[in-house]
């Protein structure tokens, strides 16, 4: 009997190639160093110990820490679900007045995030805000840290996380078969019983992937607890940072990360079971643009009217007040009074007349867009083996690119410093801690899960009879790939690299630990900024960066979502 032999064609070594990729990309950037990390802390002279249970048992701060984040994470969930959802109704589904302005005043979360968004709400309603000087002068006892612990950890976040909802459920919205409800209609249907039967369940998938997003944001949160948390009110990650920095004190750090490790195996689990369940996965394939609803009550259209342009307000107010305030000097940002004879364009003038102001505005713009375009075809190419595997293999594939959502940005940066400051033989015996490489490394891992779970979904939605049709009529598998199924999601990747490069635009947690000292990025530098008390306009100068990353942001996404949209609407 003849042997069959084995060739070697070009789709044969494509596979190959892609396989040995990713093998070397997971273990080098995302298994080795976080195995590194734990490895040394749990192993102390050459034996393994189990001391660190017993200091986190006993460390009240830690234990504290603990609770808040499990009493954050679902509360956000809910909160951010429920402010998400009702933004997307009222700008795609009902027929709100002055809709458009009020979709801009909700999407400035996508511009303005971080560190900056936080402070930008202090600004407002810390002890020395806006709002709170208001206040006090009304209501003589009105108390001054009213802003601070739990409730205004949530509120902020609240409105900080309803960015992938401004998106991705939005495009969901957007593939709603309105013959769908107009079918509902003619049956006698309330508009009540339509939005929760017919409307809601199609955006199931995009629903469940943002409120994964949202709870794993709670567990992790950092900015909102270290700013406006106070000291009753930290969570697991300002823990870990300070942890982090003490020797003594790294175990501690590495178990509360494993803790967040742990939780975010267990809903990506429970997600990753419902999606493959396929229940949900189906989206209308007739796609009638969908008209928007008039509330037929009278009450009702007013109270929505009410509460959109409240939650509008809220959104807005931080945003404007940062902008008029980067025009004046630091003693009217301190003071908190504006007067004609305090605006000057001297703060905007002094940043881009000297290179060291606007050079890290290049090398963040820079490694943002590499990161971005390199997170963008790695994960595009995965999911296009996710979509075509259902063995084992993929499944391995998948958990092991969402590994950077089981620890903390500050142990990964750890891990990846500590782990590449010796020569490795799967880097080819180079050094990459101090380099300019290493941070690029960095910002990319970061961004793989996102990417991932929301790409995904996009991948899910497409119809099957599209690519059968291409095979049939002989087309090779890349081929139809590039010519009928990523033209349909290519909105997504595109929105999706907007996000990735707005959010690393302005990174710190990463970028402190991985900047080359030569090419300082924006994060590190608004810090440094706002760390130094020697110079009196540097309150100033921080307000004056916010405003410019909020100018490129919005230009990114003009250019990259805005437009997309308006060439979508020109093919209809």
């Known amino acids: ?91 795609e589904y009902f027929d709100i007045k002055g809709a458009n302005i009020l979709r801009l005043g909700y999407m400035t979360t996508l511009i303005y995030s971080g560190i900056i968004l936080v402070s930008g709400y202090k600004f407002v309603y810390g002890k020395t805000g806006i709002l709170t000087n208001l206040f006090a002068k009304i209501f003589p006892n009105f108390p001054i840290n009213w802003f601070e612990g739990y409730w205004a950890v949530l509120f902020v976040m609240t409105f900080a996380c309803t960015s992938n909802h401004m998106l991705f459920l939005r495009n969901a919205m957007r593939s709603v078969d309105f013959q769908t409800v107009e079918a509902a209609q003619n049956m006698g249907a309330s508009q009540f019983r339509i939005l929760t039967k017919v409307v809601l369940p199609t955006l199931t998938p995009s629903l469940m992937a943002v409120t994964i997003l949202t709870f794993i944001t709670g567990l992790s949160a950092t900015s909102a607890p270290l ?34 490790g742990a939780a975010t195996i267990i809903l990506l689990t429970i997600m990753i079971q419902i999606e493959k369940r ?100 790695i994960v595009l190419v995965a999911c296009r083996i996710l979509q075509k595997r259902k063995d084992h293999l993929a499944g391995a594939l998948e958990y092991g690119l969402l590994i950077p959502w089981l620890l903390p940005t500050t142990l990964m940066a750890l891990g990846l410093i500590t782990t590449y400051n010796s020569p490795r033989p799967w880097m080819f015996n180079q050094i990459l801690t101090g380099t300019s490489v290493i941070m690029l490394i960095g910002y990319i891992v970061i961004k793989i899960p996102f990417t991932l779970r929301m790409t995904k979904a996009a991948f899910f939605s497409l119809d099957d009879s599209l690519e059968d049709a291409a095979r049939n009529m002989g087309a090779k598998p890349l081929y139809t790939f590039l010519r009928v199924q990523l033209p349909i999601i290519m909105p997504t990747v595109l929105a999706i690299f907007a996000l990735n490069f707005n959010g690393l635009l302005g990174d710190y947690d990463m970028s402190v630990f991985m900047y080359h000292p030569l090419r300082q990025p924006l994060g590190v530098y608004i810090k440094s900024l706002s760390e130094s008390e020697s110079n009196a306009d540097n309150a100033a100068l921080t307000f004056v960066y916010a405003v410019l990353m909020m100018v490129i942001s919005t230009l990114v996404m003009y250019l990259v979502y805005g437009r997309g949209n308006k060439l979508d609407e020109s093919k209809k």
């Open 1 to 91: 009997m003849k042997e069959k032999k084995f060739s070697f064609t070009p789709q044969t070594l494509w596979n190959i190639a892609i396989f040995v990729f990713f093998a070397w990309f997971i273990f080098a950037f995302l298994v080795f160093p976080n195995l590194n990390t734990i490895v040394s802390v749990f192993y102390q002279n050459g034996h393994f110990t189990t001391e660190v249970f017993d200091k986190l048992i006993h460390s009240t701060k830690a234990m504290r820490s603990l609770r808040n984040s499990l009493i954050l994470a679902p509360s956000l969930s809910i909160t951010v679900g429920f402010v998400g959802i009702s933004i997307v109704l009222i700008t």
């Open 227 to 260: 700013l406006v948390g106070g000291q009753n009110f930290q969570t697991i990650t300002p823990m870990i940072l300070t942890f982090a920095n003490n020797v003594s004190s790294r175990p501690l750090a590495a178990l509360l990360a494993l803790f967040l």
């Open 278 to 377: 396929g229940h949900y996965m189906s989206v209308s394939k007739v796609k009638t643009t969908i008209v928007k609803q008039k509330i037929r009550n009278p009450i009702l259209n007013v109270l929505a009217h009410v509460y959109a342009y409240f939650l509008f307000l809220i959104y807005i107010t931080p945003v404007a007040l940062v902008i008029l305030f980067s025009f004046t000097d630091a003693a009217t940002i301190a003071s908190k009074k504006l007067t004609l004879s305090s605006f000057t364009l001297k703060n905007y003038i002094s940043i881009f007349q000297k290179a060291t102001s606007y050079k890290p505005f290049l090398v963040s713009i820079a490694y943002s867009a590499i990161a971005s375009f390199c997170v963008a075809v």
